[in-house]
């Protein structure tokens, strides 16, 4: 006779690799819950509980991966701005050419020096204030300044 948990782990290892196969994030809950019931199965706990464990886990990772942007959007609405984000919007001024074709340009703002990039690839000559945009990573988009 084969062990339940046998059973469990061939259901997480078929879950597995349907969730390889799709990259949609839609088995994953389950092979977690099916490893959650292998557990159980291990400990020797009945059938009807192993059940239970692979409904609730699975159900609570599925409920908490689908209610994720709600709570991101609850939790980070008082975040605090990092240094990087206090440059939104502040002015700075271009000290190498700024050409997106050529992916050249740093501006400084606030003191520090910036790779920088335009906002609607025009190029803005050395010299231009610019207005900060956005930040991605270590480079700023920046518009010129009005």
Known sequence: MIP??????ALAILFGIAEAATLGLT?????AGALSAMLVAIFHGPVLLQI??????SGVALWLWL?????????NENRQPTNAD???GQQGYVLEDIDNQKAVGTVKVDG?????RS??????????AVTIRSIEGVKVYV????
């Open 67 to 75: 209610t994720r942007g709600w709570g991101q959007k609850r939790f």
């Open 143 to 146: 518009t010129p300044a009005e």
């Open 119 to 128: 906002v609607g690839d025009q190029a803005i000559p050395a010299g231009s």
């Open 4 to 9: 339940a948990y046998v059973y469990w782990l």
């Open 27 to 31: 088995s994953i809950w389950f092979a």
């Open 112 to 116: 520090k020096v910036w790779t920088a």
């Open 86 to 88: 206090r440059i939104l």
């Open 52 to 57: 239970a464990v692979f409904a609730a886990v």
